[in-house]
């Protein structure tokens, strides 16, 4: 008969299947268990002597019993017998497994001969179960470890069975291992019967998912728990002695067991069997090992030996990797997760005591925890970077040694290439995109997301900060996922950085100072396949302008992506910093080339050698670049920073003003002479004590105000004493009395000393005046000067300050205050002077530009007002607007725009209609000139076109007139007057809403005409602009006001995008469309609102 895999599973069945009727009701639980131990062993040994299917399973099993030197057949223990049964079952299944894939193995599948289809399923092992089996065989393992492995285990030495259920402790009391003399030699049995097993690849799965822990403990005690030469006591007795050899035994199988299994799962059970910290407490050494038991503290010598397998665990390949998932699989994410990622960071950043050495340690694991940065899975991801990112900064902080040499070095290795890089052949790559691409994520991941500045990645970023620069400018050049990562890099270095690091940071990116580490000189960074870049060597230029243009051009590129990352640092003081540093270099140049001049040595040339001749002849030249590009990067910052970036502070604003004064200061050792300095010079000088004087006005000046002002006094001293301009002088000793007394000395005239500014051109003009005419300005001006002046809101700018200090030109700035008495600064009122019209109208006149434009300004303001006499004076206030909208400074025509404007506001049908007459035919005013039409024309429809935009719901009322010229202004000759015109057209019709529609066909047949037949490429832009404006004026109107045209402007431009060679036109083109688009979704696919209708019946 043959023996089959369920005849033995049958028979561990009956062995393990409990029986009702084994015991009554009032028995208790314990020896309920007994008896059913008892009662499933003998009907066992009935069923094999008297069953015929279990023929071969009772031969099997005598074979295996004869073998087996451990059983034995007179025991009095009851569970020890129950669990020597299951033993010799379970071998006799392993022995019969072994044997069926043996022989599977070594014979051919049935259907070898026959061709194999992709649907035919392959062949099932012997040892495959199925689910009812693996239940069955489950069952019986439990019982071997539950009554076999556990009760022998010394106290504190794995999980004790009464700490995991209730039916677990119970079997806890029933079965006293320590009582028994052969504990040791039953635990190791168990223990082997289960390793021999596990020798089965199916039936290992079931050990080890279940049984992992406590067969690792088994293999811990047996083999290295130290003897005692005398055993007392219950806990002594725990285990039997073992000979030397089972230890050995117990030892290698335990190293092998450790390096097969799943390292997580080992890992998991290894830190349960280490236990936790040790608990403090009072009697806790009185209490002695049921203290410890019932604490669950494992004794000391498995405590040192669990940390010396971690360790190993964790310092072999893919240890680290296999300790975090260890630690973190099954987490949810919550903040015990993320607290778990702390722990574990630390544990990985610390070397263990058992380590050979810290060295050996870190060199093993850094490289992994780096791999941690870079997981693909989603999931994971996460949690691992989160530990990677922490362990890394928690060794920068403790070992920054360790890790500037296993860490840092490594993490930089390919942008320190590139900076290293050598040409070896043409078009070498020497960095390719995937390692850049890692490298300034993991960079991003550890310094930005890490947020943890220390000195160490601080320095270690300094040195690769040009680098990482040049990458950023490149990324700025195209579309590349870099560019994010790379300024977030950079602008945590400047916001972290010392500031005088920065500062040095700053000078080298800017080329101020000596370039270090930068990119190799011959190679480049080029697009790389993914949306990256690559390292990849330069090709070299023929000709030498244009690799002068190439090094120009990219030094200017440099430099603006510079101050675009300057910009990005609003809230901080470093961009300030920068400007001051600049402004006192400059200072300090001026002074040395003075010197230069002065103290330039006569050299022999004869002593010298060729290469110091050659020397001390670039020397100058090279100084000279120096300070080109130090004006170039002071040009740079100015244009694009903003007032509010550059001077946050007050103090910076003192070090901007003593910077100031210093270079005015540098000249004045020469002989003083009366023209001496430009105008330009002096007018700065002024400005700048201005604003020294308007800090020192402010309402709350605090000590540390004045004494940041205080470093000013020298050369506010030397000013006063040496400077050519008497008021100046003046000025300067007023300022200085002022802040070296803390305002406690105020000099009542200290304002008026600072003349207003004036346009040197104005000023020549000014004096060829007839002395008549001036004289009455003079005297206008001073009977002004007494009135009080409105708020005008205007004047807040500094351009509009300007002018209102130069509208007092003339006449002295001081006024008798209304109280009466007290003098003060006519500039300390911004309310607008309420002198009487005829003087504004005559300061209109004026040639002063400032004096006129501020009139101007007036002018606009009380005509917004509705001002009466202004209102009854409309006419003359109107031809003295159109005759300064010819004026060729552009304060004063853009203060008559202004004007015009808010009068075609006010009386909008008279001052259209003469605005269109001018627009359509130019200036109609006797004194206009004819050969400027063009620019008078093109300002009237600028004037036409904030008249639009004022118009409002007027527009469908207003706006016919303007429809009509503005399209007739389409076929003018001149191209500017045509863009004009279409400009204003698209302004206008984004107002009209349903007025369109009578209009639309028009509007398509001139807007398709001039796209598709204009030749200046400028009104074509101005054509599909209109375009644009009109859709997105009428938004969802767009269907009904332009749907009989709708497809005739949609195939209009596609045209455009398909041909047009101007590619402005084709992106107006494309807004176009997408604004089309926008239109027809929301047309086709209207929004779903959850609204409820009620209808209230009558």
């Keep these: 008969m043959t023996l089959g895999t369920s005849d033995i599973l049958s028979a561990i069945n009956i062995l393990t299947k409990p029986l009702a009727s084994a015991h009554d009701a009032q028995s208790s639980q314990q020896e309920a268990l007994l008896a059913v131990l008892g009662a499933n062993g003998d009907l066992l040994r009935e069923r094999l002597q008297t069953d015929s299917i279990f023929e071969e399973v009772r031969r099997l099993r005598e074979e295996v019993k004869v073998a087996a030197d451990w059983f034995n057949g007179d025991t ?5 017998g129950f669990v020597q049964e299951c033993l010799l079952l379970l071998l006799t299944l392993v022995r019969h497994l072994s044997a069926e894939l043996k022989l599977f193995q070594h014979t051919p599948a049935p259907s070898a001969t026959r061709q194999r289809t992709p649907e035919m399923a392959p062949r099932l092992p012997p040892d495959v179960l199925s689910v009812g089996q693996q239940q069955t065989l489950g069952t019986a393992l439990q019982f071997v470890v539950s009554l076999g492995l556990c009760p022998y285990l010394a106290t504190g030495v794995g999980v004790s069975l009464g700490r995991r259920s209730a039916f677990g402790a119970m079997v806890d009391k029933l079965v006293h291992g320590g009582a028994t003399p052969a504990a040791g030699h039953r635990l190791l049995t168990t223990t082997n019967v289960l390793l021999q097993l596990a020798e089965i690849s199916s039936l290992a799965t079931l050990v080890f998912t279940r049984h992992l822990g406590d067969v690792l403990a088994a293999l811990c005690q047996l083999g290295y728990q130290p003897r005692r030469a005398e055993r007392s006591g219950t806990e002594e007795r725990k285990t039997q002695e073992l000979s030397a050899e089972e230890c050995k035994t117990c030892k290698e199988a335990l190293k092998s067991l450790l390096g097969k299994v799943y390292q997580p799962m080992i890992i998991k059970e290894l830190l349960i069997l280490q236990g936790g910290p040790k608990q403090s407490g009072a009697g806790g050494r009185s209490r002695g090992s049921s203290s410890r038991a019932a604490s669950g503290l494992a004794p000391t010598w498995l405590k040192r030996l669990c940390g010396q397998l971690l360790s190993e665990r964790l310092m072999q390949p893919n240890g680290v990797q ?3 998932r260890a630690i973190l699989e099954g987490g949810t994410g919550g903040e015990s997760d993320w607290r778990k990622c702390d722990c574990v960071a630390r544990i990985l950043g610390t070397c263990p005591q058992q380590s050979a050495s810290a060295d050996t340690y870190y060199r093993q694991v850094c490289h992994q925890i780096l791999d941690l940065l870079h997981f693909k899975d989603k999931l994971t991801a996460q949690q691992h970077q989160r530990v990677a990112t922490r362990a890394v900064l928690f060794i920068v902080q403790e070992k920054p040694s360790m890790a500037q040499q296993y860490l840092l070095a490594p993490l930089l290795r390919p942008l320190h290439r590139c900076a290293t890089a050598s040409d070896e052949g043409h078009f070498h790559v020497a960095v390719e995109e ?49 560019r994010a990562p790379c300024q977030e890099i950079l602008l945590w270095y400047l916001r972290h950085a010392e500031t005088p690091a920065a500062l ?18 011959d190679f480049h960074f080029t697009p790389g396949s993914d949306g990256g870049a690559r390292l990849s060597s330069r090709e ?15 030094e200017q590129w440099r430099l603006e992506c510079l101050i675009q990352l300057l910009a990005e640092l609003k809230d901080c003081d470093l961009p300030g910093d920068f400007f001051l540093d600049l402004l006192q270099e400059l200072a300090s140049w001026a002074a040395a080339t003075d010197e230069d001049k002065d103290d330039e040595p006569e050299l022999n040339v004869s002593t010298m050698t060729l290469l110091e001749v050659e020397r001390w002849l670039l020397a100058p030249s090279a100084r000279r670049g120096q300070r080109l590009a130090l004006l170039q990067v002071l040009a740079v910052t100015v244009d694009c920073l903003q007032p509010t970036v550059l001077l946050r502070k007050t103090s910076q604003v003192v070090d901007f003003l003593m910077s100031m004064l210093q270079r005015a200061c540098v000249g004045l050792d020469q002989d003083p002479g009366p023209n001496l300095g430009s105008p330009v010079e002096s007018e700065t000088l002024r400005m700048g004590m201005g604003v020294v004087a308007t800090l020192l006005s402010g309402p709350e000046i605090t000590t540390e105000d004045y004494s940041s002002m205080s470093r000013l006094l020298p050369s506010l001293e030397s000013l006063s004493q040496k400077h050519a301009d008497v008021v100046i002088q003046e000025l300067a000793t007023d300022l200085r009395a002022l802040i070296a007394t803390h305002g406690a000395y105020r000099p009542e005239n200290f304002t008026a000393n600072a003349p207003p500014s004036r346009n040197p051109e104005t000023t020549v003009k000014n004096n060829d005046l007839p002395s008549t005419r001036k004289q009455n300005m003079q005297t206008e001006a001073n009977n002004s000067a007494t009135s009080p002046q409105p708020s005008l809101p205007d004047s807040c700018s500094p351009r509009n300050t300007h002018s209102r200090h130069a509208a007092s030109s003339g006449r002295s700035p001081v006024r008798v205050s209304p109280a009466g008495g007290g003098r003060t600064s006519g500039t300390s009122d911004l309310d607008l002077p309420t002198k009487p019209l005829s003087e504004w109208l005559l300061e ?15 002018l606009t303001q009380m005509v917004q007002n509705k001002n009466p006499e202004t209102v009854q004076a409309q006419e003359k206030v109107l031809m003295l607007f159109l005759e300064n909208l010819e004026h060729e400074d552009s304060f004063i025509y853009l203060s008559a725009i202004q004007g015009l404007s808010a009068l075609a506001d006010s009386c909008p049908e008279r001052i259209l209609e003469r605005l269109l007459e001018d627009f359509q035919h130019g200036p109609s005013l006797p004194t206009s000139n004819k050969e400027r039409s063009l620019e008078s024309r093109l300002k009237v429809g600028e004037v036409l076109m904030r008249a639009s935009r004022a118009m409002g719901e007027l527009a469908a009322h207003l706006g016919r007139p303007l429809i009509v010229v503005f399209l007739q202004g389409t076929r003018d000759p001149d191209q500017s007057v045509r863009a004009s015109s279409l400009s204003n057209l698209g302004e206008l019709c984004q107002r009209l809403d349903y007025s369109l529609g009578a209009l639309a066909q028009e509007l398509s047949s001139c807007l398709t005409a001039l796209i598709k037949t204009e030749r200046e490429a400028e009104v074509r832009r101005a054509a599909v602009h209109v375009i644009t404006l009109l859709l997105r004026g009428l938004g969802d109107k767009t269907t009904q006001v332009l749907g009989d045209v709708l497809l005739d402007l949609y195939r209009a431009l596609k045209w455009v995008v398909r041909s047009d060679p101007d590619d402005v036109a084709v992106l107006h083109a494309q807004l176009a469309l997408e604004e089309i688009d926008d239109v027809m979704r929301r047309f086709i696919f209207p929004e779903q609102k959850l609204e409820k209708k009620i209808v209230v019946l009558p």
């Design 76 to 80: 009095e223990d009851a569970t020890w």
């Design 540 to 554: 070299s230029c023929s000709e030498e302008d244009d690799a002068l243009y190439e090094k120009l051009a990219g």
């Design 844 to 858: 209109a006149c004026d040639p002063d530009v400032p004096t006129r434009a501020f009139a101007l300004r007036t």
């Design 322 to 324: 296999a300790v975090v």
């Design 504 to 521: 040095s940071a700053l000078r080298r990116l800017s080329g101020l100072q000596g370039q270090k580490n930068e990119v190799a000189a």
């Design 434 to 482: 995937w390692e850049l691409t890692r490298c300034v994520d993991d960079m991003y991941k550890i310094w930005v997301v890490g947020n943890s500045p220390s000195a160490s990645l601080l320095e270690a970023l300094e040195q690769v900060l040009p680098v990482i620069f040049s990458l950023f400018c490149f990324t700025k050049q195209n579309v590349s996922h870099l």
